[in-house]
């Protein structure tokens, strides 16, 4: 593949200590490759590859698949590590991703027809989440990431200019700073744009041609970076947000999408459910409280049945409210819960703990959400055995 | 094509004998398979896996009006309503064996059981099986293991899950996909019927029958008629039939053997037909499923010449286009590169149905759901409709519409004329069923029409007028069932679950009601719950209500099970308390006079409702009760609501006289917007024309209003008169005199301001048993109720119904000797 410009002297810029780079970016970014003593306990949150660096050497190692050039794994390992498996030799991938498979299958495929992927789904669906793992497995480096906002400019997708350099010695190719988008195109990686709905229209158009042509020109160098085999392109955005800045058709056609689900079963989520709370509780230094599984199990099948419009044994329809009542929603309602209970209530998450928080994370529209609310309580949840204290509570809060 | 010229050196795959072809119903590749395979063995005769008395309608298939889908219907003669069918579509491996030997001018005969034992042995099993009528028997896909297992039967091993599992597949649908439809029949075209025969001989070797114990007795009529086709033809014949059945058809029994097996069977006098059939009646979800859930995609494998998957999705480009949806040939071109990646990562050897929709999702629909359930209604299931030549033997449902309107004495005549119905004469009750169940079905023979005189319930007038069309329509109900009940109740279903309005639900619940559909009612019910639960305006729902309590009433006359009916009416009043506050807020002056009306509604029915309130919905006057209360105490809530909602609270004794008359000043005092209170007063004595007569009757309301009024300040006064008279002025003038002449005489009024508290005004301290006592069997008599109720009925409680007539009657008696 004819590269117009010679990859290093574009790889020079990704090196940190580079001055150009450290003047534009002042204490910006300092990516997974850093110094050891950033990656360690001192991290809120290590990068993916980093986190799961032995599994993804595990699987490189026994993957003997065709690889598409510049993948550090081949698709089906891709799968593997997002799905979670056990190798020949034993070694446990564990799942990342909680969900249908053909959902994955459909992400690594796109990825692997270098097409670009468009990662829908409510809020709290894991998109950034399965984003970041796909880039860490495909190209190792999940960390080549334009954030989006209302803000973002269009420099953040194509590049920058370091204008000390460019004031002291004219327009040239150290002058440039380079996107992560366009680093990605010379280097055949994986960049990541989160909350593309969010970038202003007229920024959004910049990514046609980088998608359609492969190539960014640089009209007042007169160059262009021509991108290299691997690279691609995942994209993550809310579909409850749709018209904030909705895509394009233009820009819509170079993607293929591929909408997050809610859990698909009440037991899938309150494993995650419990799973998270427990982490969370964890780094929060949050007691944990026994028996609170019961309780779990309620707000998620609250949270499953509202959401559905249709109460678990099928029988009943329910109007839906306006919130999004995610899994995310309802890990903060449980860790909420679990907070209450262990500095307010005996330490035992009660239906009382939990009743503010559901009401909160249902009722967004006072008027509206109100009499769903309601309804549901009327309807469903008075007449269901055992769930006494939780109709009590929730009237208590209610009224 | 396949190298076999002149004189065919048949090569035999297996052994000697006829050429067995063993297939999947209904599977493409079979059927191509099929093709070539006769193309290359070109057989004296064909024999088919179908009902032998269907041999005769095989000449209709070249017929040119013959469009396929369509099925064969066996019907026992005598009662249309037990039936089978054998659906056979453009892709059915049967289908192209029929074409294939008309086209040959070559005999086709079918071998299975005849439908005479087939529908006997539905008869059989009825007591322990009591599903709907029109639920195909056995032969439908009694042998295809695609699990389409009737329940009761969950003995039935599947022999293709059996395989796939031995392949490492989970779905063996996907299995079979793979294996056999995907595979072109390239080179020998015997070859897959061989391979797959012996898979079966394994799976029979281990598995036996595998539960279809019938499969001995049909495959030893089968062999049989093998024998004898082998007789006439020698061994140059070839036998389409179900794999599974392959190893048996093969197996060496004796004639006596098989004759034995087939002794005895029970029998019923059947008539067969060719009756048009659809790609959604072949697919699983409805109720007829052939056991396949993609008819339109396999129609696609089978009808493409080549290139599968690029025309599959070119079609669905332009499917989406149609309706609007933006999708261009890029989008095509990428939808195919994606399913063919797929494929090759899912290690299949041709993308399939789940790697396209795969694609089409992520390509062409955004990820979204929507558009990809129209290219599954669409293209996958597929909307064509099999047509069937008129030389077709009748369907059944004309003959049974016959019968019935011979058994009712009740002539199809092209003239209108009047038709008075006695329902409880059991002939009329007979032919009032007739009439509205063939309406639900819209042939429109009878229109109901108002009935003169009497307007008792048991009476009912039809202008009756038969049309010819209506002969075209009741050819096309046939879809629907193979009788008038069976239609009826099938009908009313699916228009169930396509209602746009929960008014069209009702009113269906009250026609299956009416029609005595019990079996349909269920499913109407489960709809109208389901609307009932949706419907966010409140205006609806109590709309609805009174429709409802009035069917749970016709069917206490029809001496139906209403339990279900109980329970939804009293799921829906709960939702109209739950909505009721929130929506009367912010009304203007016609919506607030709708809402009125419709709390009126509510108010009635909760009354009717409590006495059948079922044991899950507590109490339901209580609840209504607090709803009321909030609605009176509520400022936002209008004037109108407000007033109604304090006087039905003291009708039912809810609210203490002294706190009606305190609301009633706190309304009427100047702080109030005049316009409010003047509402509030109408909606309190029931304003309008018809309005004053309650306060006429009722001296005890009339007692309130006057101590109220005579209590107001001689300053205020002036400025509460226009209030008044913009409620009083809208009277009758013979209300108003009769009010003047009530408060001039006034003793009610007297006593009232006299004694509050003490008792109401208009009745005595006591009640007066004796007088009371004497209107006794007259109410008995017309509420139709037994001893014990009638003593407590008759203390004038009132909570009959706001405005229940009778009870102020009582008041009135009694009032008028004081």
Redesign the interface.
Known sequence: MPVSVDPTSVDERRNPSAPANAHATPGARTSGHTPAEQTGDEVMRPHAEDAFAAELAALAEQDDRPRPTRWKLSPWAVATYLLGGTLPDGTVITPKYVGPRRIVEVAVTTLATDRALLLLGVPGTAKTWVSEHLAAAVSGDSTLLVQGTAGTPEEAIRYGWNYAQLLAHGPSRDALVPSPVMRAMAEGMTARVEELTRIPADVQDTLITILSEKTLPIPELGQEVQAVRGFNLIATANDRDRGVNDLSSALRRRFNTVVLPLPESADAEVDIVSRRVDQLGRSLDLPSAPDGIDEIRRVVTVFRELRDGLTTDGRTKLKSPSGTLSTAEAISVVTNGLALAAHFGDGVLRASDVAAGILGAVVRDPTADRVIWQEYLEAVVRERDGWTDFYRACREVSA | MTGVEGAPPREQPYGDGPLLLGVRHHGPGSARAVRAALEAARPQAVLIEGPPEADALIPLAADEDMRPPVALLAHAVDEPGRSAFWPLAEFSPEWVTIRWALEHQIPARFIDLPATHTLAWSKEEEPAEPAKPTEPAEPVEPEEPTGTVEPGESVRVDPLAALAEAAGYDDPERWWEDVVEHRGTGGDPFAPFAVLGEAMGTLRETYGTGGHDRDLVREAYMRLQVRAAQKEFGDDIAVVCGAWHVPALREKRTVAADRALLKGLPKVKADMTWVPWTHRRLSRVSGYGAGIDSPGWYGHLFGARDRPVERWMTKVAGLLREEDR?V?S??VI?AV??AE??AA??GRPLPGL?ETT??V???M?????VPLDLVHDRLVVGDVLGEVPAAAPAVPLQRDLARIQRKLRLKPEALERELELDLRKENDAGRSLLLHRLRLLRIEWGEPAASRGSTGTFRETWRLRWEPELSVRVAEAGVWGTTVLSAATAKAEADAVAAQSLADVTGLAEGCLLAELPDALPVVM?VL??RA??D?DVGHLAQALPALVRSLRYGDVRATDTHALAEVAA?LA??V???LP?ACAALDTEAAEEMRRHVDAVHGTVGLLGEAASE?HGDLRARWHSVLHILSARDTVPGVIRGRAVRLLLDDGELAHDEAARLMALVLSPGTEPADAAAWIEGFVGGGAGGGMLLVHDERLLGLVDAWLTGVPQEAFTDVLPLLRRTFSAYEPGVRRTLGELVRRGPGARTSTAAVGSGIPGFAPELETERADAVLPVLRLLLGLDEGEAGEGGAGEGVVSGGAGITKGVNDLAGVGR
Do not use: Q
Not at chain 2, 365 to 369: N, T, V
């Open positions: 933006i261009s890029a989008h990428e590169r994606l990646t797929l990562m899912r789940t795969d694609a999702r992520a390509v629909c955004e990820g979204s759901d489960r719950a389901d639960a949706l966010a799921g709960e939702r308390f739950v909505g929130p899950t």
